[in-house]
């Protein structure tokens, strides 16, 4: 199983940037998908989670109005899209992946965001 993160970088604040999390290996349709962070010196933090039909999202109240998971299930691919960029947002992105009904979990290696001016 992989998940493949891209779409980091360095970007001013107020800026936008789409985080995309590629998965194979896994039958991902059956999965639930959510992007995590982690700021130095800080615990992980769930930040948005969508459930295996995409139907429903849930965000930390931080991110609300901000940020936007989507998912492509042909794809096999989850998306992040982050606008007003503030730097609290700054941190390592990883995406994760949990089986709807078994114990099986798995995470990406990470992308990292920096928002800085």
């Known amino acids: 199983v992989q998940l493949v993160e891209s779409g980091g970088g360095l970007v001013q604040p107020g800026g936008s940037l789409r985080l995309s999390c590629a998965a194979s290996g896994l039958a991902f349709s059956s999965y639930a998908m959510s992007w995590y962070r982690q700021a130095p010196g800080k615990e992980r933090e769930l930040v948005a989670t969508i459930t295996t039909t995409g139907g429903d999202t849930n965000y930390v109240e931080s991110v609300k109005g901000r940020f936007t998971i989507s998912r492509d299930n042909p794809k096999n691919t989850v998306a992040l899209q982050m606008n007003s960029l503030k730097p609290e947002d700054t941190g390592m992105y990883f995406c994760?992946?949990?089986?709807?009904?078994?114990?099986?979990?798995?995470w990406g290696q990470g992308t990292q965001v920096t928002v800085s001016s």
């Open positions: 994760n992946a949990k089986h709807r009904v078994i114990a099986l979990e798995y």
